[in-house]
C-alpha cells in the first residue's frame, strides 16, 4: 500500500476539513475556555460529529459503524488538532471502540457512541508519567470485582458515561500479564472524579476508585487477560494522539509561515530574513517525517502487521518532536503577540504539551524502542 | 498464485542460484562497492560474475525500460525483486552514477540514439561515468560556472576546470557542465557528454581529512566534443542539471538510512559500553542520545517509503528532493558521530588491522562531505524557503 492517501480517504479529508473548521475553529475552544465550561467540550458538537458517521469509523459495519480504519480515525484527528477542537473523539470513538471490539461489551456501548451521546475515558496512568505497568487492584468480590486505587489524566472523566479502567487480578506492579480491563458506569458507587482544568483549557479527572463493585460482565475480554484489549487501546491511542499532534503542529507551522510573509521589520516581510528562512524549512523537514511516521504507524496498525508496534512508537515519538519545535518557533517567530493571550499561536503550545505528555512522550517512547531493539 | 506471487518465487529461486555467497557477505570497506567501467580488474570474480549476471537481465536497474537495457519490471515488482534481494542480503551489484544520475536525464532529455548508446552500457557496468558540475569559482553558486565549449561547427572545444569530481581518476566517460554563452547565466549553459580518454583532459586527485581521494580536480585544455554528444538544446543544460540534481539528492538523502540488516550503531555501543543487568546499554547517556537519534532515523525510513511512493505517483513536490537531501544528510553524520562516540578510543585508529584501516573513523569523516556535495544543507533550505514555503527573496 502505497504511503499517501488513497481517493475516498482524500475525499473524507475534505469533508472533515471543511467540517471541523466550521463547526470547531480555534474560536470554538477559546469560547468554551472563557465560560469555563463545566464539560470542557461540546455535547451538541460530539452529536454533529455521530451524524457525520466520524464516531463510527472504527466500528464495523455489522454493527453500524463505518468499517473504517486507523488511517481514516487519523483524518478526522488532525483536523481537530489544526483546530484544536475540544472533542471526546480520540478516547471514545478511537482508544476506546478499540479496546470494546469483539468484546460482549460492544453491544451494550457501540450503539451509544454511534449515536453522539456516549462518552468514554480511560483510566490508565497512575503517576504523573505515563508508565506501561498497571498497580491498581481489582479483587474478586462476590459475583464481580471490587476496585480500589487512583487513576489521573483522565481526559472527560468527570463527564464521562463510560470508564475503560485497567486494574491488576493478578501478579505484579511490573508484569506485563495479570492485569484486567473494566467498562465502569459513571454512576458506579464508590467512585470520585475531581476535576482539573489543565494548561491547555482541557479537562481531566483524577479519579478515586474506593472499593467500587462492578459485576463479572464489567470485564472487557477475560479476566487476567486485559493486556490484549489494552494494547490494542494504547496502539490506538498513542496514533490518535499522534495524528492530533500532526495537526497541532501543522496548524502551527501554517499560522507562522504566513505570518512571516506578513510580518514588516526594517521596511521588509520577516519572512525575506534567511535566519528565519532556514529555521522554518528545517521545520517543515520536522513535519515531512512525522507525517510519514505517522501513516506508516497506521497502515500497519489496519494490516494488522506485526511491525505496528514499533511504528506506533516512531509515530508517537517523532510527532512529539515535531511537533513541540512547531509551537516553539510559532511562538518565537510571532514575536511579542506570540505571547499574547489574544493571539491563537499560545493555544497550540499549551494543546501539544498536553499531547505530548498522553500516552507517553518521547522519552517513553524512546526508551521502549531501544528495549525492543535489545539496548 | 497471483503473478506478483509467481514472480517472487521465481525471483528468489533465481537469486538462490546466481547470487554468490561472497556478494551476501556485509560491505565492510569501501573495496567491496562494485562500480564498474573498461577496467574492470580491480573486481574480483564474485563482484564480476554478480555484477555481469545481473547485468543482463537488466536488474542492475529493473525499472527502466527492457529497450534500453533495464529490467522492464513494474514498480510492484522492482519492489518485490529489492526485498528478495535484502531476504538474502545481496549487496548491490553495481554502483554508479550513470544509474542514479546521469540514466534519469537521458530518460528525460535525451535523444533515442543517445538512449540507446548509453543506457545499455551504463546498465551492465560497462562504462563508468563521473559528474563535471562544480569549479573553484561555482559551487553552491554552481550556475556561475566558467567552463566554455566554444562552437567549432561540428565540434565543441573544451576548457576549464572542474573539481569535486568524484572518482575523475578512474571514470571513463563525464557528464559535463560547460558554458556556450557568457551572456547570460543559466540559460548559456549547455550538458555534454565526453570520454575521458579524449585529448586534453587530465586529472588530479584531492587527499581529504580522511586520508582517501574519492575527488579529482578535472582539467580541460582544447578538448574536442562532437555535437552529437550534447544532451537536450545549447544553452539548456541548466534544466537537465537541475533535474538531474533533483536525482543526485535523492541518492544521497538514501545515506540517512543506514544499512539493512544489523544496526552498527547500536552492536557498536554494546560490544564497547556494555548492557547492565536490566538489559539496557551501560552508558545511559550515550543510551538516550541514540535512542532518540532511532527514532528520527527511523521515521525518516518511513519518510523514504513515503516519498518514493508519491513520487512515482506524481504526488511529491518537484522541491521535495532537496527535504530529503538535507534531512538524510544531517541524520547521516550525527549517526556517524554517535558511532565515534560509541567506539571511544577503539575507532581512533587509523591503521590498525583491528580497526580494518580506521575504516570507521575514515567513514566518519567521509560524511562531513555529505552536507556539502549536491548542494550544501543550507542551499537545499534555501530552496525549501522559497519553493515549498513560498517565502519571499531578499
Known amino acids: ?375 | 498464485m497471483t503473478d506478483l506471487e509467481t514472480f517472487r518465487a521465481e525471483t528468489r529461486a533465481w537469486l538462490e542460484a546466481n547470487c554468490p555467497p561472497e556478494m551476501r557477505e556485509p560491505v565492510r570497506s569501501e573495496k567491496d562497492a562494485v562500480w564498474g567501467g573498461r577496467d574492470q580488474s580491480m573486481l574480483t570474480p564474485a563482484q564480476k560474475l554478480w555484477m555481469d549476471r545481473m547485468g543482463a537481465r537488466g536488474w542492475t536497474v529493473p525499472d527502466w525500460p527492457k529497450a534500453y537495457g533495464g529490467g522492464g519490471l513494474s514498480a510492484a515488482e522492482t519492489k518485490i525483486l529489492r526485498e528478495e534481494m535484502a531476504r538474502i542480503k545481496a549487496r548491490n551489484p553495481l554502483n554508479s552514477f550513470g544509474i542514479s544520475m546521469l540514466g534519469p536525464a537521458l530518460l528525460k532529455y535525451g535523444t533515442e540514439e543517445q538512449k540507446l548508446e548509453y543506457l545499455p552500457k551504463i546498465v551492465r557496468g560497462e562504462i563508468r561515468w563521473c559528474q563535471g558540475y562544480s569549479e573553484p569559482n561555482a559551487g553552491s553558486d554552481l550556475a556561475a560556472l566558467a567552463t566554455s565549449a566554444e562552437d567549432k561547427d561540428d565540434y565543441y572545444l573544451v576548457n576549464g576546470q572542474k573539481v569535486w569530481t568524484s572518482y575523475a581518476d578512474k571514470a571513463d566517460w563525464i557528464f559535463c557542465l560547460v558554458r556556450t554563452d557568457k551572456t547570460t547565466k543559466q540559460g548559456g549553459i549547455s550538458f555534454l557528454l565526453f570520454d575521458m580518454a579524449s585529448e586534453g583532459v587530465s586529472t588530479k586527485p584531492i587527499l581529504l581529512i580522511s586520508g582517501y581521494s574519492p575527488f579529482c580536480e578535472t582539467f580541460f585544455d582544447n578538448v574536442k566534443v562532437p555535437k552529437s554528444q550534447r544532451v537536450h538544446a545549447e544553452n539548456k543544460g541548466w534544466d537537465v542539471a537541475k533535474y538531474l540534481l533533483g536525482h543526485e539528492r535523492e541518492m544521497i538523502s538514501g545515506m540517512g538510512l543506514g544499512q539493512v540488516g544489523g544496526n552498527p550503531l547500536i552492536d557498536g555501543a554494546i560490544a564497547t559500553v556494555g548492557l547492565d543487568h536490566d538489559g539496557r546499554l551501560a552508558d545511559p547517556l550515550l543510551r538516550a542520545s541514540i535512542a532518540m537519534f532511532e527514532v528520527r532515523s527511523k521515521a525518516f525510513g518511513m519518510m523514504s517509503e513515503r516519498f518514493i511512493d508519491e513520487l512515482k505517483a506524481g504526488r511529491a513536490h518537484p522541491a521535495q528532493p532537496s527535504m530529503m537531501k538535507y534531512y538524510g544528510t544531517e541524520l547521516n553524520k550525527a549517526r556517524h558521530e554517535l558511532m565515534m562516540a560509541a567506539g571511544g578510543s577503539d575507532a581512533l585508529e587509523w591503521e590498525s588491522e583491528r580497526s580494518s584501516g580506521g575504516a570507521g573513523a575514515r567513514a566518519w569523516l567521509r560524511t562531513k562531505a555529505n552536507s556539502i556535495e549536491g548542494g550544501t544543507s543550507e542551499v537545499q533550505l534555501n530552496i525549501i524557503a522559497k519553493r515549498i514555503l513560498d517565502l519571499p527573496n531578499a
Open chain 1, 1 to 375: 500500500m502505497p504511503l499517501y492517501l488513497n481517493d475516498e480517504q482524500t475525499m473524507l479529508r475534505d469533508t472533515a476539513r471543511d467540517f471541523v473548521a466550521e463547526q470547531a475553529p480555534v474560536s470554538h475552544m477559546r469560547k468554551l475556555r472563557d465560560a469555563n465550561d463545566a464539560a470542557g467540550f461540546s455535547r451538541d458538537l460530539w452529536k454533529s460529529f455521530a451524524e457525520m458517521g466520524f464516531t463510527g469509523i472504527l466500528i464495523g459495519e455489522d454493527q453500524g459503524g463505518l468499517g473504517l480504519g486507523h488511517v481514516d480515525a487519523g483524518i478526522v484527528l488532525e483536523e481537530i488538532g489544526r483546530n484544536l477542537s475540544p472533542s471526546p473523539f480520540l478516547a471514545t470513538a478511537v482508544a476506546a471502540v478499540e479496546a470494546l471490539k469483539g468484546s460482549a461489551q460492544a453491544g451494550r456501548w457501540f450503539p451509544g457512541i454511534l449515536a453522539g451521546d456516549t462518552v468514554a475515558a480511560l483510566a490508565i496512568d497512575e503517576g504523573a508519567k505515563h508508565r506501561d505497568s498497571v498497580a491498581m487492584k481489582a479483587e474478586r468480590s462476590g459475583n464481580g470485582f471490587r476496585l480500589s486505587g487512583k487513576k489521573q489524566f483522565v481526559t472527560h472523566g468527570h463527564v464521562a458515561d463510560l470508564i475503560i479502567v485497567a486494574a491488576r487480578t493478578a501478579g505484579a506492579a511490573d508484569e506485563a500479564n495479570g492485569i484486567t480491563l473494566f467498562a465502569v458506569d459513571k454512576d458506579a458507587a464508590g467512585l470520585t472524579a475531581e476535576a482539573e482544568r489543565l494548561t491547555d483549557s482541557s479537562i481531566a479527572a483524577r479519579l478515586e476508585f474506593d472499593g467500587v463493585e462492578v459485576d463479572a460482565d464489567a470485564v472487557i475480554g477475560e479476566v487476567d487477560a486485559g493486556r490484549e484489549p489494552l494494547d490494542r487501546l494504547l496502539r490506538a491511542g498513542r496514533t490518535g494522539a499522534s495524528a492530533e499532534l500532526l495537526g497541532v503542529g501543522g496548524g502551527a507551522m501554517d499560522m507562522t509561515v504566513s505570518y512571516l510573509k506578513e510580518r514588516k521589520q526594517f521596511g521588509v516581510t520577516i519572512g525575506s530574513f534567511q535566519a528565519l528562512q532556514h529555521r522554518a524549512a528545517h521545520l517543515y523537514s520536522e513535519m515531512e517525517v512525522a507525517r510519514a511516521a505517522v501513516l506508516k504507524a497506521q497502515q500497519l496498525l489496519d494490516a494488522g502487521d506485526a511491525g505496528a508496534d514499533a511504528a506506533v512508537s516512531v509515530a508517537k515519538a517523532m510527532t512529539t518532536l515535531a511537533t513541540t519545535l512547531s509551537v516553539q518557533e510559532g511562538v518565537q517567530m510571532h514575536g511579542g503577540i506570540g505571547m499574547t493571550d489574544e493571539y491563537d499561536i499560545g493555544f497550540y503550545m499549551k494543546r501539544a504539551r498536553v499531547l505530548a505528555e498522553m500516552f507517553g512522550d518521547a522519552n517513553f517512547h524512546a526508551d521502549r524502542l531501544a528495549r525492543a531493539a535489545g539496548y
